[in-house]
């Protein structure tokens, strides 16, 4: 058997950045699809975790948002680039600007479509954006980034693609404004369902956290017959800790 268990559901970007992290580097895992599995919740309760992915060995385990923390955890020095937190900010400041523009020609027909291997859609994924920005927000200005954040679905008043495009654009105002008003006194730490973080490892998830669905938004047009425009420009994905795959591979988009 494994020395290792990873626990991960689909859609998740962590969860497909940690499984092609260790394949990446030799390391064997067994693979456990939370939202199949009928004991993984179970498991993962005996364990103390709360939340994927999980890499577990024994009755240890290691969250899968950092990947400094995944490397730490099976024993890898991990050297990669890192950027300043001032480029961060502004890579996560263009990419929502694709976000909404990429969102705005989801067709209407698509939106209540189903991703594969769960309960999200066209529409949840667009929304889910601007909360990933929301959680980071809540967090920065002295709250919890949580869990829930990423669980949460379209309000009512959000039901159609510009709908969403007009959220996803609002975060980003409140995003600048939160860079404007502190970015010379900046918290060291935040405070997340996964533990206290420093807040360049919470802003570089944050901003390949958006970067990756962006790409998916993207793919998703293609798979369509559409050719989204403008497209996701290459120069904002570089140097971010990016999944190789769009989808994961284990839950094949179609």
């Not at 920005?133 to 693609?161: M, N, Q, S, Y």
């Not at 570089?204 to 998916?216: P, S």
Request: with cysteine; aromatic share 8%.
């Amino acid at each position: 058997m494994p020395q290792y268990t990873v626990y991960w559901q689909p859609g998740c970007t962590s969860c497909l950045k940690t499984k092609e992290f260790l394949r990446a580097r030799g390391i064997e895992f067994e693979s456990i699809n939370v939202r199949e599995d009928p004991g993984a919740m179970a498991a993962l309760a005996k364990l103390g975790a709360r939340s994927v992915p999980v890499v577990a060995r024994g009755s240890e385990f290691a969250y899968g948002q950092d990947l400094d923390t995944v490397a730490r955890f099976v024993g890898i020095d991990l050297e990669r680039v890192k950027l300043a937190v001032p480029v961060l900010v502004s890579r996560l400041l263009a990419l929502l600007d694709c976000a909404a523009h990429l969102t705005e020609q989801i067709p209407a027909a698509a939106l209540r479509t189903k991703l594969p291997g769960r309960e999200r859609t066209h529409l949840d994924l667009a929304y889910h954006v601007s909360q990933i920005v929301i959680a980071f927000l809540d967090a920065a200005l002295g709250g919890r980034l949580t869990f829930e954040h990423f669980e949460r679905k379209p309000p009512e008043h959000v039901v159609t693609a510009s709908d969403a495009a007009r959220l996803t654009r609002s975060v980003s105002q409140a995003l600048a404004v939160w860079w404007g008003a502190n970015q010379s006194r900046l918290p060291g730490a935040l405070d997340t369902y996964y533990g206290r973080q420093p807040l360049h490892a919470v802003l570089e998830r944050t901003t390949w956290h958006v970067a990756q669905h962006c790409r998916q938004l993207q793919r998703l047009l293609e798979l369509q017959g559409l050719s989204p425009t403008p497209g996701l420009p290459p120069a904002l994905l570089a140097d971010l800790p990016l999944p190789e795959d769009v989808w994961d591979a284990e839950v094949p988009l179609q």
